[in-house]
């Protein structure tokens, strides 16, 4: 899990935290006797909801953190001088944040809305990015030197007024400690005074303290290996995606630094999706207690201890077919492809003779790629044949594929439909690793063997006139469905290329309120994932699905194919997407009662959907853009019931469908 704190050119950081560190002592003592000389990397969410991952600041020439208490009086009288520094350095790049290992994001958020805070809260609900800093109390200061390893350069506070009782910030500092380090960082000459005692300031309570002296009695076998057997192991085994074979303590200890470095920056396990929004029946993340305890057993030394090492003694390895599921119903093979050493491949689109006897509904779908490290997605579609009469059934997708993710679980008592005769229809992704591969990818499907009483549906939020300028470094795109009736919502799938960066899904019901359903702080372009709700949620008639995407098109992405180019929507990787699946179904749907018209009416809500920034359901002059933008000189004659909005109705009355504005967008790509 990446997370990252900003991306502007940085001079200096200066981080102000509210915990504990280790490492040099300050001298005469004080709270915060021992301070690390380094802070290792980690990623926090802010209060908006974007993650921040302190490696992706190594461009920076400093930064500057602080610890912060919510509700507290010197904490806001800090946080009002850290954000005069803040703009003092602005020019120079150097980067400012705050802490808060005390509250909750909720809490930190409302301080932030009713202070105006300018500076970022970064919040540390797990506490363990406080405790690696030794964070003791709210208004410690830390600079950090990311050129030399991130090394604490200055802990303390942030000038001598902050280490009284009752600081008075009318008055000039006469010593501003921190100020005089980031001067002494931005110069690439040592700090003077590189450690202060920090004298006042509520102290940050941190529980596992406490027991520190007990994590080496934590049991590698009782505790640790049964947490890697559930959250690890059917990656990291013989056959399996992950890069090494978690099959002994041995292994285990040895990559025991790595680990413990993917925990805290929140790349592994990969599911990505925000804690604090929603519910997730395949959330393979860990859970809080079990993120402390691996990170503590860790730092204890990682002891072997006593006890069968059931890694070793249960070691395994991946099945042809996913155990929950067994052998499929059917299978087909995909024809071979060559994909060579380098080149561009334009996508492949495969097609085979529909396999199912008769009209077919899926329950599953599991996908074994004959070339992983090649094969980036498959996406998938059923052709009816034109010949036959219409199907008594929708079609639907057979399945997609896309990195990290092998199989597709339907609801039960829900059904993917695929009807008698026609094609099954693949598009094929590969891109080229510096060796020749050959692809023949197996498709495995489950099927019920009675129609479901729920036709499971899809459809995607998109937005296929994007446009991020070149080196925009949090470009937003919005876009969103309205729903036409009443649906529950089962699954998500969200989808961007290299510059993707944070994703967000919200329900804004018919009288206004915006709920968010899914977050992911910081998306990872290598765990593309369905996220399937724990339960269904009801979307009433009216609602709007809306989709915001936060792109990375700067330097300092290090995925990113070139920062110099203005990024359009395009297949191949170097392009970008503006995708969102949703699953669902119709509430006034059945196998037996079709509502094909409910889905033709929500598609057409995608003209509007993609464009309405202020999602009001009309199109104001300064949202019509790209190829909408000929509208404009016509806007008053367009405008029938002269509400100053065009709906959806006054767009088709003036021929502008989204197939006619795709042609006028590649006209202009054309000239």
Known sequence: MRAVLGAV??????????????????????????????????????????????????????????????????????????????????????????????????????????????????????????????????????????????????????????????????????????????DAVLARQPVANPRVADKVGQTISFPSRAHAADFDKISYSETIAPILQKKCVTCHQKGGIGPFQMNSYEVVKGFAPMMRE???????????????????????????????????????????????????????????????????DVIVQLPSFNVPATGVIEYQHMTVDNPFKGDAWLRAVAFQPGARPVLHHITSGYSPDRSLPPADIPGSSVGSYVPGAGIQVYNEGTGAPVPAGGKLSFSMHYTTNGRPMTDVTKIGYYLLKTPPEIIRRAAVISNPIMAIPAGEARHKEVAYLEF??????????????????????????????????????????????????????????????????????SAH??????????VTWGEQTWNEMMYFRVNYRWVDETSHHVRNDLQAKLMESRIIGFLDENADGKLQPSELKGPYAVLKSRFAELDLNHDGGLDLQELAAAGMTRGAAKRLAETDVEQ
């Open 9 to 182: 050119a940085v001079s200096a950081i200066v981080v102000a935290t509210v915990g504990t560190a280790s490492g040099t002592a300050a001298p005469n003592g004080g709270a915060s006797s021992m301070t690390p000389d380094h802070v290792s990397d980690f990623q926090l969410t802010d209060t908006t909801r974007i993650g921040h991952r302190l490696s992706y600041y190594q461009y920076a020439p400093a930064i500057v953190l602080m610890s912060h208490k919510v509700g507290s009086p010197l904490s806001i009288a800090a946080a009002g001088e850290l954000a005069k520094l803040q703009a003092a350095y602005k020019d120079k790049g150097v980067l400012f944040y705050m802490i808060d290992s005390a509250d909750t994001r909720d809490q930190a958020a409302a301080e932030v809305a009713a202070k105006k805070l300018e500076v970022p809260i970064l919040v540390d609900d797990l506490q363990l990015v406080g405790e690696q800093m030794n964070i003791q109390r709210e208004g410690e200061v830390f600079v950090l030197d990311p050129k030399a390893d991130f090394k604490v350069a200055y802990h303390g506070p942030l000038d001598d007024r902050f280490n009284k009782a009752a600081p008075d910030t009318r008055a000039r500092a006469a010593n501003a400690y921190a100020a005089s380090a980031i």
């Open 262 to 328: 993917t925990v805290m920056t929140k790349r592994m396990p990969p599911f990505f999706a925000d804690p604090h929004v929603g519910k997730w029946s395949n959330d393979t993340s860990l859970t809080p207690d079990e993120a402390k305890t691996l990170i503590h057993w860790i730092e204890a030394g990682a002891p072997r201890g006593q006890g069968e090492d059931i890694l070793k003694t249960h070691a395994g390895e991946a099945p042809e077919w996913p155990t929950q599921l067994g052998k499929p």
């Open 484 to 553: 036409p009736a009443d649906a529950l919502l089962y699954s998500v799938h969200p989808h961007a290329h290299y510059r993707g960066y944070a994703v967000e899904l919200t329900q804004i019901t018919p009288d206004g309120k915006e709920t968010p359903i899914l977050s992911v702080p910081k998306y990872d372009f290598n765990w593309q994932l369905d996220y399937d709700l724990a339960e269904p949620l009801l979307v009433k008639k009216g609602t709007k699905l809306r989709v915001k995407w936060i792109y990375d098109n």
């Open 557 to 566: 992405n290090p995925a990113n194919p070139d920062p110099k180019l203005n």
